[in-house]
């Protein structure tokens, strides 16, 4: 009789080669807008559908990362079952959740990470972008103001091609999907491409984060290099 072989453990590298995959989309987005000033026609489509992408991303990877996670650390399947059933999760639910399942790593959960990113100008209308280091606390709440955006959008309470206004959040303590956005006349805001690279700068930030802390625990090393980067702009879009 021929030996029975044992399953392959599952790899956490799996998921990030997932998550990389599923980022292409967006990527490819990216380099397809003019980068030029004033009314972008059409293409002010592409900076929602960007951040639309990117976070939906990290939503698959959270769920997938996860369940391998939970499973290599010896969790039920119906454990990890109840655990990955999360509805729009942003860094910090994320932080949340390796908290209370990994608590050796709490310590280090945040701990020197920074993101850079566009520094949203303050006024309607105001020019002069500058480049402003976020630091973890900053990044959560990055993170949980452009869920609000995804929420607006993808409940068509907002298009997102064009200045508009936004509704308050849809979870207490959240902050406002404005927080985020472009300041624009009359109580308006808009998404824009500076907007839609932040997005992903924070998101991928923080789930390489603390996917990097949770391989570490259970002895594996992450490769990250096929992840598709969105690097910041050198000039206003």
């Known amino acids: 009789m021929a ?19 599923s980022l292409v989309v967006p990527s490819k987005l990216m380099a397809l807008h003019p980068r030029k000033q004033g009314n972008p026609g059409n293409a002010g489509a592409l900076a929602p559908a960007i951040l639309l992408g990117i976070i939906s991303a990290f939503e698959g990877f959270v769920e997938d990362f996860l369940a391998t996670a939970f499973y290599l650390q010896g969790q039920s399947f119906g454990q990890i079952a109840k655990k990955v059933n999360i509805n729009n999760p942003d860094i910090e639910d994320v932080e949340t959740l390796i908290g209370s399942n990994f608590p050796q790593l709490k310590p280090s959960l945040g701990a020197g990470v920074s993101v ?36 607006c959008l993808t409940h068509g309470l907002v298009s997102g091609a064009a200045p508009e206004v936004w509704p308050a959040p849809t979870r207490q303590g959240k902050p406002h999907a404005s927080t985020v956005l472009r300041p624009k006349p009359n109580g308006k805001h808009s998404v824009n491409l500076y907007g839609a690279i932040s997005c992903a700068r924070v998101y991928l930030a923080g789930a390489q984060h603390v996917s990097d802390l949770v391989a570490s625990e259970l002895n594996q090393r992450l490769n990250w290099k096929d992840v598709p980067e969105f690097p910041l702009l050198a000039n206003p879009a």
């Open 3 to 21: 030996p029975t072989s044992l399953p392959l453990a599952p790899q956490l590298q799996t998921c990030v080669d997932r998550f990389a995959k």
């Open 116 to 151: 850079d990113i566009r520094k949203i100008p303050a006024h309607p209308g105001k020019q002069g972008w500058v480049q402003h280091t976020l630091s973890w606390p900053q990044v959560k709440r990055e993170a949980a103001g452009w869920m609000q955006v995804r929420h």
